[in-house]
């Protein structure tokens, strides 16, 4: 039972009532043409659940990576872009808590948003957290699964920045102002992401939400300046917390701008479930920082000048 409840907490901290605004996205787009490289023997189909105790849909055995793309009124947009990573273990996506509407509130700030829809670890039932509350009771083992996915997953998310800023035009945006931020294994893959990236698939900032740094891959932290924000708690049920102090303190030690959130309470996964407890504050502390960043306006509603 300790680790159903640990997973109850990886992937959703708070049940959310699914609607059908929830996927009011203005497209999708597949970031391969035909099957994903390195996945091309994958003939199982993607999913969607919102068992397991959930009221909030969890995606699994995403194949075809895509981003669910979430525009801005005209009026209110900055230019700036922001690709959303939902977590789950690199087992299942929480798309909802840790994606869309993730992307409703950039919007509302004048910030376009990708959900980004990375490949997963296959699951063999129609119970994907049944299956993951398995393997989490041994993280060595959890990791020498994912060890492969992570790589997969690191090459949507690269080919997801190259989109987006080929793109731009088309959307209206500022190549020069392309963000990522993720939740968990998003954490974790945002984290890859900047760290394995060329000039042209490299974020312009980075937010990795209560990351696991033992997955992370790539070369290390860029040179080229890029801001971070971090945001954890203290109580998270996975043991989490330091690898977001230590991150922090690897972004400080490359001379990099960074800031750090760390809530006394909230427990893993809350994204943007309300608790009542510290962690609610997550969201307007990152949205301040998009302000002090230059990518929003101080006053959301308000058309940018």
């Excluded at 996506?93 to 994606?99: C, D, R």
């Excluded at 993280?139 to 793109?167: C, M, S, W, Y």
Aim: aromatic residues 10%.
């Amino acid at each position: 039972m300790y680790i159903r409840k640990i997973v109850v907490g990886a992937v959703c901290l708070i049940g959310l009532v699914a609607t059908p605004s929830l996927f009011a996205q203005d497209r999708v787009v597949r970031l391969y043409e035909g099957r994903a490289p390195g996945s091309q023997s994958w003939y199982w189909e993607e999913a969607e659940t919102a068992g397991s105790g959930f009221n909030t849909p969890l995606v699994y055995n995403v194949v075809d990576p895509t981003l669910a793309v979430f525009l801005p009124d005209p009026q209110l947009a900055t230019g700036a872009a922001m690709i959303v990573a939902p977590g789950g273990a690199f087992h299942i996506l929480s798309i909802a808590n840790e994606g869309m509407d993730v992307a409703r509130w950039l919007n509302e700030r004048g910030i376009a948003a990708f959900v980004l829809k990375y490949r997963l670890a296959r699951s063999m039932t129609d119970d994907p957290v049944k299956e993951l509350s398995a393997r989490m009771a041994d993280f060595d083992e959890l990791d020498r699964v994912n060890a492969p996915i992570v790589k997969l997953a690191t090459q949507d998310g690269l080919g997801a920045v190259r989109h987006v800023r080929e793109r731009a035009g088309d959307y209206g945006i500022d190549p020069a102002r392309v963000g990522f931020m993720g939740f968990s294994a998003g954490a974790t893959l945002t984290l890859s992401v900047v760290q394995s990236a060329d000039e042209a698939s490299r974020p312009n900032l980075v937010a990795p939400i209560y990351p696991y740094e033992r997955a992370i891959i790539g070369n290390g932290i860029p040179s080229t300046r890029t801001p971070i924000f971090i945001a954890a708690a203290s109580d998270d049920q996975l043991g989490l917390a330091p690898h977001s102090v230590s991150i922090y303190g690897n972004w400080l030690e490359a001379g990099q701008p960074a800031e750090l959130h760390m809530f006394e309470r909230g427990g893993h996964g809350f994204g943007m479930g309300r608790q009542d407890l510290p962690s609610d504050r997550w969201i307007a502390a990152f949205g301040d920082w998009l302000v002090t960043q230059g990518w929003t306006p101080s006053n959301p509603g308000v058309v940018p000048r």
